[in-house]
């Protein structure tokens, strides 16, 4: 066996706050990904797909990254069940844009077009429909995962459940994924009913956000992380329902980020005029309007490159989630630390989640997630300390497909399966041949 070509490349997280060199091998196909694996030399090793995880679980320093972003063949799809069988490389965008015309889209999708399957498995990724549809990995029938010793073996939920709850949302740490079957979601047309509404604070936010995880079948909301007061936790809640349309889903023109934004632009002044303008922009009364799928799933990819808007330091994000019990309590409190760090975000978003998730790992727990990105300045680390505590002083975790700083003592009371996750890993893989910065950082 001859070493797997590859070429040494410096990458980042989208956070573009984490980086590693790497020598990175290019599959565009399964016996591509065997021969890598099977070659003692490409060790440590983990796979790497569109790089739209924020931190660093899919970033090797010194070691080995299989990228399959160049997997993208759609073995085949049953137009009456709507069950699809992919490649890891094949993006949500891909299915969207090639499916929904004909009344099938991904029953879950993350906040991105751009993001592969085989992360977004890998990562257990949720979407704004959670309560009702769970997160990817309750919709995978089966996968194709090459071991890190290269042998190539089918698992599901059925046959192989330890093997399967350790992949789903096991961040790439038991192999690489190489097919997907997938279990799609009949739509009536390509777009969706929104309904928008303001909550004047917190309270009142978390009022209508449970009552609307019942009633529809997606909701979320914008949160303005610099109120203060009575105004602490005031937002913009959105809800939305599919709804028949004959018109074709089509792509739209990009804007482009060309730049790094000084970061003189990224403070809490301009962030606070930004948040009083956007909470304005929706009438008291609220509103209804029609959006297709894509404007409603991904705004964000509305701008190309938008990560360079926090400037060459990055960002970081945060997400949690808190149990229902205790949700109010600890929201209240991350906002009020948040506020008064004086740290401007203004992509700030609150969501429901409604059942635990399939994997070891996996993020989704019944409760309330509220993200936030930061930009990188010299206080951040000490309010992401600040987050952390509060989170996990009631009973909450943060989500991996965004995290790179949690350290790794806080993981066992976050994730109360992770001795399960160890185990299985020892058994399955004793030389570590699998490993990414963020496994090293986890202790996982």
């Known amino acids: 066996m001859t070493d797997a070509p590859a070429t040494i490349q410096k990458l980042t997280g989208w956070g573009r706050s984490s980086y590693a060199n790497s020598r990175v091998i290019e599959a565009k196909t399964t016996e591509q990904v065997v021969e890598a694996l099977r070659s003692p030399a490409a060790a440590p090793v983990v796979a790497r797909g569109a790089g739209r995880s924020y931190g660093d679980a899919a970033l090797n320093e010194g070691g080995y990254l299989i990228r399959t972003t160049g997997m993208k063949t759609v073995h085949s799809f049953d137009a009456d069940s709507g069950e699809i069988v992919i490649d890891p490389g094949v993006t949500f965008g891909d299915l969207l844009y090639n499916y929904a015309s004909r009344g099938w889209i991904a029953p879950v999708t993350p906040g991105t077009q751009f993001a592969t399957l085989g992360g977004s498995v890998a990562n257990d990724v ?6 009702h549809d769970g997160s990817i990995g309750d919709h995978v029938r089966w996968l194709e995962l090459a071991l890190p010793d290269g042998t190539l073996q089918r698992i599901d939920s059925s046959t192989t459940p330890d093997l399967f709850a350790a992949t789903v949302g096991g961040i790439g740490l038991t192999g690489v994924i190489t097919r997907i079957g997938l279990q799609m ?18 309270d009142e936010y978390l009022d209508a956000l449970q009552e609307a995880r ?4 997606y909701s979320v909301g914008w949160i303005d992380g610099l109120s203060t007061g009575r105004a602490l936790g005031r937002g913009i809640l959105e809800t939305a329902d599919h709804i028949e349309d004959p018109r074709p889903l089509r792509r739209r023109w990009r804007a482009h980020m060309p730049i790094d934004l000084p970061e003189l632009a990224f403070n809490s002044w301009s962030i606070g005029l930004f948040n009083r303008l956007y909470f304005q922009r929706i009438p008291a009364r609220g509103r209804e309007r029609r959006l297709d799928l894509a404007q409603f799933f991904y705004p964000l990819d509305a701008i ?33 630390a948040i506020s008064a760090s004086g740290l401007a975000s203004f992509l700030a978003v609150i969501k429901t989640l409604g059942r635990a998730g399939v994997g070891f790992l996996s993020f989704p727990t019944p409760g309330i997630t509220l993200a936030l990105d930061f930009p990188v300045r010299n206080n951040t680390a000490a309010l992401l300390d600040r987050l952390h505590g509060i989170t996990t002083d009631h009973g909450g975790r943060i989500y991996l497909a965004k995290d790179s700083c949690v350290p790794a003592g806080l993981m066992p009371q976050m994730y109360p399966k992770l001795t399960q996750f160890r185990a299985l890993l020892g058994q399955l893989d004793p030389q570590r041949r699998m490993r990414s910065d963020m496994a090293h950082r986890l202790q996982l």
């Open 214 to 217: 019942t009633r529809c079948r």
């Open 304 to 336: 190309s490159d938008w990560n360079r808007m926090y400037g060459r330091r990055g960002f970081v994000q945060f997400q949690c989630v808190i149990p229902d019990a205790q949700a109010r309590a600890a929201l209240h409190q991350l906002l009020a």
């Open 126 to 131: 949720h979407g704004k429909n959670h309560d």
């Open 185 to 202: 979601k009949r739509v009536p047309g390509a777009a969706l009913l929104v309904r928008e509404r303001r909550a004047a604070n917190l």
